[in-house]
């Protein structure tokens, strides 16, 4: 057994970051603590502090390899909970520019769990470990720190209980897994520090979400119906089939143009997606609930790794750090790649360090970040510097899609880096560069656009935000 970094890490947040965060420092604490303000333990299902749990969520293929990894036979209880699964490009079907995909095997895996089934059976392997322990319904309050403030020493909350009773819980490591809302940027602040700078990029993203009973199957064996919103149409959706014979449909809408959740709007929304099989098989579907609404204003940065004094024991990992457009799915594989840096830093016996780990995730978040912003700059009311690679970079996408509806091979391709499993530089591989110009002149246009009202312009985006 390996040698112990130290006795108690400190998770805070129990979300999909905060449980892979606990999974790897349970190999190198004697005790690990998460701490949530949501009931954690015997809940299932969706919960108040994971609103966008609510809305569709698919985990990108190396995400994936990582939980795979992390927790060996999770996909067979996957299975065993009748969530479905099959090849990330084979078995969903994508349209971008209206355009369908050309379906290829990939080899890689894509689970269709909704976000709190996933969740729910990673925390219950979490919470099997014998190390780990959940302390629920706890509402995190303030790091405590050394007097000369140099070392984070815990944290004090107080239980969301009928005596709110406030306590301190020291550890020798607290990580900061609360999400977007997280408040290690101020407490750096109040203890002295500087905070992060912030990248922002407005893109005005609602998704609404309704489930339904469908009439008829418009998968015909598929896991998922998923229209890309473009500039040409910046309306998409995400249509997953789940078990029990439901349909989730996520409508995602940018720049202020939101779908709304009641019913009659909403079926007008999914009318003017790219393509018409979405709204032709909910028409007349039963609808099994009220729609719910997310907004997401911007996507995120904070710039930690620019930091050059930061206490010890305090690290950041998943949206705390960066929060992306949903659209692109990373979020939760660029969590649990966090997590396996972390693992790295762990597995040399000592404490992390801050400013290494923090260096070495945003190298991680780099290639997610320059994917995402990438394409929401190819969106012209979105705000930001359109260098000459941005530019050159979805004039070539742009083709690449074009001939993937043609060559499985460029939707596999895609599909590889789209899932952060090869970097962005395999599709600028001649061989593939030949293929997608070969391809794309051979692809008609798309369909022609359903009328969309005119998108209103979010909004500026401050200097140094994006690429
Ligand atoms: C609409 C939408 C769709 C998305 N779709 C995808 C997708 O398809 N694929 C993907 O990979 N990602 C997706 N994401 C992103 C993904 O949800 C997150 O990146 C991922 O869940 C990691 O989040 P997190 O664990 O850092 O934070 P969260 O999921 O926000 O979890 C934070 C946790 O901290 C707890 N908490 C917060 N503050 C406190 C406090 N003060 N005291 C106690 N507890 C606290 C909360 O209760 C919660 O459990 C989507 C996001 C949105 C908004």
Redesign the pocket.
């Known amino acids: 057994m390996r040698a112990l970094v130290g006795d108690r890490a400190v998770v805070l947040?129990?979300?999909?970051?905060?449980l892979v965060a606990a999974r790897v420092l349970a190999d190198a604490y004697a005790r690990v603590l998460i701490?949530?303000?949501?009931r954690l333990i015997g809940a299932s299902g969706p919960r108040r502090?994971?609103p966008?749990g609510r809305?569709?969520?698919?985990?990108?293929a190396r995400?994936q390899q990582i939980l795979d990894e992390l927790f060996p036979g999770l996909k067979s209880d996957l299975d065993a909970a009748g969530v479905p699964a099959g090849d990330l490009a084979d078995d969903l079907r994508w349209y971008f520019n209206g355009r369908r995909l050309r379906q290829a095997p990939t080899g890689l895996l894509s689970v269709s769990a909704t976000?709190p089934v996933l969740e729910d059976h990673v925390r219950a392997r979490v919470a099997a470990l014998p190390n780990v322990t959940v302390a629920d319904r706890?509402?995190?309050l303030a790091l405590t720190t050394t007097p000369g403030r140099d070392r984070v020493t815990g944290v004090r909350v107080r239980r969301n209980d009928e005596d709110g009773a406030e306590e301190v819980i020291e550890a020798d490591l607290v990580v900061d897994?609360?999400?977007?809302?997280s408040r290690t940027p101020a407490w750096l602040e109040e203890l002295g520090y500087r905070r992060p700078e912030e990248d922002r990029v407005k893109v005005g993203l609602a998704?609404t979400t309704r489930h339904f009973r469908l009439r008829s199957d418009p998968y015909d064996g598929d896991l998922s119906i998923n229209p890309v919103a473009s500039p040409a149409n910046p309306r998409g959706a995400f249509f997953p089939k789940l078990p029990g014979g439901v349909s989730q449909l996520s409508l995602t809408g940018m720049l202020g143009d939101h779908a709304p959740a009641e019913l009659e709007g909403f079926l007008a929304f999914a009318r003017s997606l790219p393509i018409p099989e979405i709204y032709e098989a909910i028409r007349d579907a039963e609808p099994l609930d009220e729609g719910v609404t997310?907004r997401?204003p911007a996507s995120v940065r904070h710039r930690y790794e620019r930091l050059t004094r930061f206490p010890e024991g305090l690290l950041v990992l998943?949206?705390?750090v960066c929060?992306f457009n949903?659209v692109y799915?990373?979020?939760?594989?660029v969590?649990a790649m966090e997590a396996m840096t972390l693992r790295e830093h762990l597995a040399s016996g000592r404490p992390p360090l801050a400013r290494r780990y923090f260096r070495d995730i945003s190298r991680i978040i780099d290639v997610a970040w320059d994917i995402a912003v990438g394409g929401d700059l190819n969106f012209p009311g979105v705000e930001g510097p359109r260098t000459l690679k941005v530019r050159l970079g979805n004039a070539y996408m742009s083709r690449l899609h074009a001939a993937a509806a043609n060559d499985g091979g460029v939707t596999a391709a895609f599909m590889r880096v789209a899932g952060l499993v090869d970097p962005p530089g395999a599709l600028m591989r001649p061989g593939m560069v030949w293929r997608v110009l070969r391809n794309a002149g051979r692809t008609p246009a798309g369909p022609e656009v359903p009328e969309v009202p005119e998108v209103r312009k979010y909004g500026a985006v401050p200097a140094g935000s994006g690429d």
């Open positions: 947040g129990g979300g999909m970051a905060g701490v949530d303000r949501d502090g994971v966008h809305h569709a969520h698919a985990l990108l995400g976000r706890c509402d995190i897994a609360t999400g977007r809302g998704y997310f997401f998943g949206d705390g929060s949903p799915g990373q979020g939760m594989t969590a």
